[in-house]
């Protein structure tokens, strides 16, 4: 709710018909036998990968990423690629996933002391999978060690009223509880951010490090980040007429997946700048918190987030809509 490939064209494609050590549809770089031999220097493919492989051949491609950042350097880095989305978003199909991801969604949702007992089951599918983030994606990263445990996992879908703009809604980005905080997040942007046919990544967050992360590891690839209304977190900078039509279009995303989700009727009232969760879901952002930002800037709009939020929607859980917009992007509003 609220976190591609690195070096396109260098990646390891697995499922489609290609599993171990035969030579994919994408080529590894300086690999020229095409005949299905083995490639010189390529690692097995692991566990994970032969498993996903193998349960989703014909809804997904599962690829392995070659040349990820270097924080991730040693792990199982895959990106699952939806070609099949009518057989994807089936029970069936979800269900396979849930041994293999269930955990790490169980602890971002459920982590309140509740047994691990219900992964798995018809309620959790459904809840999780089904009618949750997992169905919508069009494209994941997963992270995992050595035997196959998942320690960071990314959702992505398409925005279908993006005009010209190629964006990508981030749907959800976690990282294993005991892993939080040793940078793996912001490797996933470096990740993602490192394709280069995305013109915008658009979501929703109350995470004040998502919009930290997000500004500067954007700017690395030439992304600009504007968070409820201000540009890389500093309401003195000026907003683009191009960028406000680019901003426009993404809200436009945002809003239809509001919609999806079950809340639209919650959004009268609220600013354009905001997205309201009701008091069901994950707890608000409070003052104190606020007050621990370092970034003045940063502060000051969460300030007026969460300010605007126990005035107006005591509560209830107010986010605010994120876009990471690649600057040359808005060029192709012009033509």
């Known amino acids: 709710m609220g976190i591609d490939e690195q070096n396109d064209g260098k990646t390891l494609l697995l499922g489609a018909g290609h599993v171990g050590n035969q030579v994919p549809s ?13 490639i010189e220097g390529l690692r097995q493919p692991s566990a994970l990968q032969q498993k996903l492989a193998a349960d989703l051949f014909g809804v997904a491609d599962v690829e392995r990423v070659i040349n990820p950042p270097e924080g991730l350097n040693g792990k199982d880095v895959l990106r699952i690629n939806v070609t099949n989305k009518k057989e994807w978003e089936t029970v069936e199909n979800l269900r396979k996933l849930a041994p293999a991801f269930g955990k790490i969604i169980y602890d971002v949702f459920k982590d309140d002391g509740k047994s691990a007992d219900v992964i798995g089951t018809d309620e959790f599918v459904r809840r999780y999978f089904v009618e949750g983030d997992m169905a919508g994606a069009s ?5 995992a060690d050595e035997g196959g445990k998942v ?24 990282v294993d509880k005991n892993l939080r905080g040793q940078g793996m997040g912001k490797d996933l942007y470096r990740l993602i951010f490192s394709r280069q046919d995305v013109d915008a990544f658009v979501g929703i967050t109350h995470t004040p490090s998502v919009v930290s992360s997000r500004v500067r590891i954007g700017d690395e690839f030439a992304y600009d980040t504007f968070f409820a209304g201000s540009k890389n977190g500093d309401a003195d900078l000026a907003i683009s007429d191009p960028e406000r039509n680019a901003l ?9 997946q509001t919609e999806h989700y079950g809340m639209g009727e919650l959004q009268e009232g609220v600013p354009e700048d905001y997205v309201n969760y009701g008091a069901d879901g994950i707890a608000p952002r409070t003052m104190e918190e606020v007050e621990a930002i370092p970034n003045q800037q940063l502060r000051s709009r969460f300030e007026n987030l969460v300010g605007w939020q126990q005035t107006n929607r005591p509560g209830e859980c107010i986010y605010g809509k994120i876009v990471t917009l690649k600057r040359f992007a808005v060029d192709k509003l012009k033509q």
């Open 151 to 174: 320690e960071g996992l990314y959702l992505q879908g398409d925005v279908e009223s993006a005009g010209p703009l190629n964006m990508k809604y981030i749907l959800l980005t976690c």
């Open 248 to 256: 426009k279009l993404a809200y436009a995303g945002i809003d239809a």
């Open 139 to 143: 494209d994941m990263y997963v992270v």
């Open 26 to 38: 994408k080529m590894h770089e300086g690999s020229t036998d095409t005949r299905g031999a083995v």
